[in-house]
């Protein structure tokens, strides 16, 4: 049920009241959250490899097929998707020292997680129809950093005191 109320409002976002929900919802939640969401991200993928009907693997079984899968295409988009998420991250840390904002890498890295449910369902729609180029990935990047952008203008300004 967590799932879904993490869905509902990270497709919300940047509603004020979503950000603030979101926040609420700890890191283990959204680190599972996101490999359901990058699982069904790679659906189209796993159902072309399950239906080739030519190349290497076409004599395989089809549990093989799938631990292939898993092993060299999942476990691989998992990781190069949390290094880049960390660096999204990382740059909207720099984004909040320069708009003046409290927020600190681990809230910016659960946002930016949830920035990126709207590119990864379209790539799931779309993917099943179309061959998606390179320059997806370059929009749903300018998306998630756009949105994140947003999100930290919600958050409240730092308060600076003035020396005397």
Do not use: C
Request: hydrophobic share 55%; net charge positive; proline share 4%.
């Amino acid at each position: 049920m967590i799932f879904l109320h993490a869905l509902v409002n990270s497709l919300k976002l940047p509603n004020k009241k979503a950000i603030f929900r979101l926040n609420r919802i700890g890191m283990d939640i959204t680190v599972v959250y996101m490999f359901i969401l990058l699982f069904l991200a790679s659906l189209p993928s796993l159902a072309d490899q399950l239906t080739a009907t030519g190349g290497l693997g076409d004599d395989m079984n089809v549990v093989f097929k799938l631990i292939y899968f898993f092993i060299f295409y999942y476990l691989p988009l998992i990781v190069i998707f949390f290094i880049l998420l960390s660096a999204v991250a990382y740059l909207g840390t720099l984004a909040a020292k320069m708009l003046e904002r409290k927020l600190k890498f681990s809230i910016l890295w659960k946002m930016s997680a949830y920035t990126t449910t709207i590119p990864l369902l379209l790539y799931t729609g779309l993917s099943f129809f179309l061959q998606l180029a390179d320059l997806y990935l370059l929009a749903a990047t300018i998306f998630t950093a756009g949105l994140l952008v947003r999100i930290i203008t919600v958050y409240p300004r730092r308060n600076v005191r003035k020396r005397p």
